[in-house]
C-alpha cells in the first residue's frame, strides 16, 4: 500500500512563505510523477504543481513565479515552495504520486493552508 504522509501548512499573512513537504512510502520510478493539487471551499480540486520522474516541471499559471516543486529522491520526498501567498491561495493542499505501473494516483491526507488579508 502506497502512503503519503504531508507536512507544513497553516496560517500565514498574505505576503508571507510557507514549505509543504510529502514523504511517500516508494520512490519514484520512471514514468510516475509526484506533485500538488489544491481545492478551496466550493470550488474543484486543481492542479498546483508537479514534477516528472525526468525532473520536469509544471505549474498552474496562478502560482507561476511563487511556488517552486522540488524533489529529494533520497528521502522520496516532494516539497512546494510557496512564496507571495494571497488569500486565495487559500486551500487545502493534496499531494499525489502518480504510478505509471499501476495506473492511478495515490493521495496524501490533505494540509490546510490559510492565507489571511
Known amino acids: 500500500q502506497v502512503q503519503l504522509v504531508e507536512y507544513g501548512g497553516g496560517l500565514v499573512q498574505a505576503g508571507g512563505s510557507l514549505r509543504l513537504s510529502c514523504e511517500a512510502s516508494?520512490?519514484?520510478?520512471?514514468?510516475?510523477?509526484m506533485g500538488w493539487y489544491r481545492q478551496a471551499p466550493g470550488k474543484r480540486r486543481e492542479l498546483v504543481a508537479t514534477?516528472?520522474?525526468?525532473?520536469?516541471?509544471v505549474y498552474a499559471d496562478s502560482v507561476k513565479g511563487r511556488f517552486t516543486i522540488s524533489r529529494d529522491n533520497a528521502k522520496n520526498t516532494v516539497y512546494l515552495q510557496m512564496g507571495s501567498l494571497k488569500p486565495d491561495d487559500t486551500a487545502v493542499y493534496y499531494c499525489?504520486?502518480?504510478?505509471?505501473?499501476?495506473?492511478?494516483?495515490?493521495w496524501g491526507q490533505g494540509t490546510q493552508v490559510t492565507v489571511s488579508s
Open positions: 514534477i516528472s520522474s525526468g525532473g520536469s516541471e
Open positions: 516508494r520512490g519514484i520510478f520512471s514514468g510516475d510523477a
Open positions: 499525489y504520486l502518480f504510478i505509471l505501473t499501476y495506473g492511478r494516483n495515490y
